[in-house]
């Protein structure tokens, strides 16, 4: 099992940005798919943004494209999510998630551990 850990949100105005990390245990992190997925009061988990082991394959919702960012640094077992030019409907509790099954996932079933999650509230 993959322990995660991330960190970075916050309370920020419209317009704004925020890095989100996430921090994995174990020794394997690059052969694990990565993933972010968000989860607003009231509503069903969905998907934010997905990379591969190696960082060459990245996935976005469409909603976040061309306003957040996912990469990784696999020497530092860490995940991270840039995100600007936040809106109001950005706001939620962001999990991020590995895979140690499959190599590109996006999708919620394809992702084996989560984390616990870290609230990101963007006022108007």
């Known amino acids: 099992q993959v322990q995660l850990v991330e960190s970075g949100g916050g309370l920020v105005q419209a317009g704004g940005s925020l890095r989100l990390s996430c921090e994995a245990s174990g020794r394997t992190f690059s052969s694990y798919g990565m993933g972010w997925f968000r989860q607003a009061p009231g509503k069903e988990r969905e998907f934010v943004a997905s990379i591969s082991g190696g960082g060459s394959s990245i996935n976005y919702a469409d909603s976040v494209k061309g306003r957040f960012t996912i990469s990784r640094e696999n020497a530092k077992n860490t995940m991270y999510l840039q995100m600007n030019s936040l809106n109001p409907e950005d706001t939620a509790v962001y999990y991020c998630?590995?895979?140690?099954?499959?190599?590109?996932?996006?999708?919620?079933?394809?992702?084996?551990?989560w984390g616990q999650g870290t609230q990101v509230t963007v006022s108007s």
């Open positions: 998630a590995a895979s140690r099954r499959y190599v590109n996932p996006s999708r919620s079933h394809q992702f084996d551990d």
